[in-house]
């Protein structure tokens, strides 16, 4: 069984910083690639940024600039620096493993954390 948890988030002010991270645990063998993602209230979930194996990462345009996203492979981490955070950052924030390979399967699987919440005050 896999499980994926999340930590660092928390209520800041804008302007400031947070960095969040998920540690995936479990008999794994490899991650393809990890994210994150947020849902703000009465919205749909959304993608932050995901990062794969070899560290080719993508951005939604909202926080170019702004965050950072970054993974350990050898502790099935991934990390998200926000910087210069916004009220429209608040949001739970959700981490993702995508196709993850695990002792005694023969195919990937997705999971998901229990997310983190992150609010911005103005």
């Known amino acids: 069984q896999v499980q994926l948890v999340e930590s660092g988030g928390g209520l800041v002010q804008a302007g400031e910083s947070l960095r969040l991270s998920c540690a995936a645990s479990?008999?794994?063998?490899?991650?393809?690639?990890m994210g994150w993602y947020r849902q703000a209230l009465a919205t749909q979930r959304e993608l932050v940024a995901t990062?794969?194996?070899?560290?080719?990462?993508n951005y939604a345009d909202s926080v170019k600039g702004r965050f950072t996203i970054s993974r350990d492979n050898a502790k099935n981490t991934v990390y998200l620096q926000m910087n210069s955070l916004k009220p429209e950052d608040t949001a739970v924030y959700y981490c993702?493993?995508?196709?993850?390979?695990?002792?005694?399967?023969?195919?990937?699987?997705?999971?998901w954390g229990k997310g983190t919440l992150v609010t911005v005050s103005s």
């Open positions: 993702n493993a995508d196709h993850v390979l695990v002792a005694g399967t023969p195919y990937g699987m997705d999971y």
């Open positions: 479990g008999s794994i063998f490899s991650i393809n690639a």
């Open positions: 990062i794969t194996s070899t560290g080719s990462t």
